[in-house]
């Protein structure tokens, strides 16, 4: 079992920036992958970007150039760097986990709100 506990999230002007936090229970290296993922308003949920074990990262088209994924290995935490927001990102932003043994699974955090709003 892994819980994962995001923060960060607000109200946010376009053009702005923030940054979400999402802490692990246990170490993130016991993990294969840990991304962000987000719902926006009557949307379904969608890949923002993902890191895997050996660092190598992945981002929605719609983000790339714009936000960046990161980790502090020392704190089992996991980072979603936000820039340039636009009223379109706005969305619940979750946090996941991903293990493969003994079997696939994937933990989620409970989520938190980014509202892009002027």
């Known amino acids: 079992q892994v819980q994962l506990v995001e923060s960060g999230g607000g109200l946010v002007q376009p053009g702005g920036s923030l940054r979400l936090s999402c802490a692990a229970s246990?170490?993130?290296?016991?993990?294969?992958?840990m991304g962000w993922h987000r719902q926006g308003p009557g949307k379904e949920r969608e890949l923002v970007a993902i890191?895997?074990?050996?660092?190598?990262?992945n981002y929605a088209d719609s983000v790339k150039g714009r936000f960046t994924i990161s980790r502090d290995n020392t704190k089992n935490t996991v980072y979603l760097q936000m820039n340039t927001l636009q009223p379109e990102d706005t969305a619940v932003y979750y946090c996941?986990?991903?293990?493969?043994?003994?079997?696939?699974?994937?933990?989620w955090g409970q989520g938190t709100q980014v509202t892009v709003s002027s």
């Open positions: 996941n986990g991903v293990v493969l043994t003994p079997r696939p699974y994937v933990y």
């Open positions: 246990r170490s993130i290296f016991s993990l294969n992958a």
């Open positions: 890191m895997n074990i050996g660092g190598t990262t």
